[in-house]
Nanobody, 115 residues
Framework: QVQLVESGGGLVQAGGSLRLACAAS????????MAWYRQGPQKARELVAT???????NFRDSVKGRFTASRDNAKNTFYLQMNNLKVEEPSAYLC?????????WGQGTQVTVSS
């Protein structure tokens, strides 16, 4: 069972930046895809970004140009750099890893953007 722990959330003013990290309890090299999701109160969870083992990234349209994703296999950690954050963006960010027949989720970290 892989444990994922998110960190880096907090309170930031609109237009500010945060860097989220998702640390895994064991090697993430076997997982083809790592992903970041987010969810607001009473809203559906939405996929924010993915990064694959070969470094390919994809982002939802609303964050393109503002968010970047990266991974550090040596540290069993992957990241989400968020710039120019907006007040209306969902607040709970969760990470996930997915491989052949398995997936794991973190507990989430809160991001609050103030006006």
């Amino acid at each position: 069972q892989v444990q994922l722990v998110e960190s880096g959330g907090g309170l930031v003013q609109a237009g500010g930046s945060l860097r989220l990290a998702c640390a895994a309890s064991e090697s993430i090299s076997r997982f083809y895809t790592m992903a970041w999701y987010r969810q607001g109160p009473q809203k559906a969870r939405e996929l924010v970004a993915t990064i694959t083992t070969d470094g390919n990234t994809n982002f939802r349209d609303s964050v393109k140009g503002r968010f970047t994703a990266s991974r550090d296999n040596a540290k069993n950690t992957f990241y989400l750099q968020m710039n120019n954050l907006k007040v209306e963006e969902p607040s709970a960010y969760l990470c996930s890893v997915m491989g052949a027949g398995e997936s794991y989720w973190g507990q989430g970290t809160q991001v609050t953007v103030s006006s």
